[in-house]
T-cell receptor
Framework: GENVEQHPSTLSVQEGDSAVIKCTYS??????FPWYKQELGKRPQLIID?????GEKKDQRIAVTLNKTAKHFSLHITETQPEDSAVYFC????????????FGKGTMLLVSP | DTAVSQTPKYLVTQMGNDKSIKCEQNLGHDTMYWYKQDSKKFLKIMFS???????INETVPNRFSPKSPDKAHLNLHINSLELGDSAVYFC??????????????FGQGTRLTVV
């Protein structure tokens, strides 16, 4: 089945800096790559996603890039703010896996004022 | 008008007890899931149901039994609870449209504590 590796496990930045979280996946059939943000005590919520026919997608301060050949994708957050502090999860979904999301182990992002 | 709702939000129980967690979605999705989030925050798929049929059953003790009375509901029953079952359990739903995958919506989670 699919295996998703996520790095780093923790990331501390100063407010205004950029943050980058990287993931790799194993199933070349995977075609959907969402990113979820989970604040303390809350449910995971989708912040951005990308499909395998696209190389990059942006939404205000966040962007995701996908390299299908290398089977890795990354989340980029620019001009970080304290409210960006949370755990971020990458995930991959493959039609061969019934489209179920396989998650990375999460990155705890801490943005210091 | 919560999209995916699960109850209870907190559950404290003694070892050996049997408990259930209920989940309902009003999004019209055809696929529902149970994920377990351990103390290290890892989200691991337990079960996946599509149109009331089990399609994924990961390596989960058979003390865990999901039940889907209809495609809007997926309940999780746990027998003979053990200390290691303590975790946050998330229900989620999505619409399968192979070969295209879609966003999964999560419930608010049930924090299970076994004492």
């Amino acid at each position: 089945g699919e295996n998703v590796e996520q790095h780093p496990s923790t990331l501390s930045v100063q407010e205004g800096d950029s943050a980058v979280i990287k993931c790799t996946y194993s199933d070349s059939a995977s075609n959907y790559f969402p990113w979820y943000k989970q604040e303390l005590g809350k449910r995971p919520q989708l912040i951005i996603d990308i499909r395998s026919n696209v190389g990059e997608k942006k939404d205000q301060r966040i962007a995701v890039t996908l390299n299908k050949t290398a089977k890795h994708f990354s989340l980029h957050i620019t001009e970080t703010q304290p409210e960006d502090s949370a755990v971020y999860f990458c995930a991959a979904s493959s039609p061969t896996g019934y489209s179920t999301l396989t998650f990375g182990k999460g990155t705890m992002l801490l943005v210091s004022p | 008008d919560t999209a995916v709702s699960q109850t209870p939000k907190y559950l404290v129980t003694q070892m050996g007890n049997d408990k259930s967690i209920k989940c309902e979605q009003n999004l019209g999705h055809d696929t529902m899931y149970w994920y377990k989030q351990d103390s290290k925050k890892f989200l691991k798929i337990m079960f996946s149901y599509n149109n009331k049929e089990l399609i994924i059953n990961e390596t989960v003790p058979n003390r865990f039994s999901p039940k889907s009375p209809d495609k809007a509901h997926l309940n999780l029953h746990i027998n003979s609870l053990e200390l290691g079952d303590s975790a946050v359990y998330f229900c989620a739903s999505s619409q399968r449209a192979p070969p295209v995958s879609t966003e999964a919506f999560f419930g608010q989670g049930t924090r299970l504590t076994v004492v």
